[in-house]
């Protein structure tokens, strides 16, 4: 893993809802993990990686702001919530796409849990403004799954 691809992750949690992202290769672990007030905050086994990525708070460390264009702009979008902790699963009928519009009661995705196929519905008709988790994603209870407006 590189600075480079680092620096990607960072963008992409700035733009998105993630709030934890994780990840380990070749022995270095990198923790990225959004603070209350939208900071990411980068920490490392590695303190190279985070000299780099941002003047360092302490010495595995770095608090990086996100640009203000870079936060997504969600603004009275609506959140489709995991009811459970399980497994994201898409559809195999009808993949669910940003821009997707929807009727009201709609199956968004499946998340399974304990080997049961539970169903997720839209409670109203919207336009899917953001997708959030990804195919075998695990998911967390009233972890934002999908915004729509």
Known sequence: MDIKEIKQLIDVMCASSLTNLEIEQDGT???LERTAQGQIVASSNSIEYVREIAAPL?????????????VASNKGAKEVKAPMVGTFHELTTKKIAVGAKLKSG???????????MNEISITEPGEIVTIEVAEGDMVEFGQVLFTYN
Do not use: F, Q
Not at 106 to 116: F, G, R, S, T
């Open 58 to 70: 302490s010495s595995d460390v770095a608090t990086i702001a996100c640009p203000p264009d870079a």
């Open 29 to 31: 672990r990198i923790k």
């Open 106 to 116: 709609d199956v968004l995705c499946i998340v399974e849990a304990m080997k049961l």
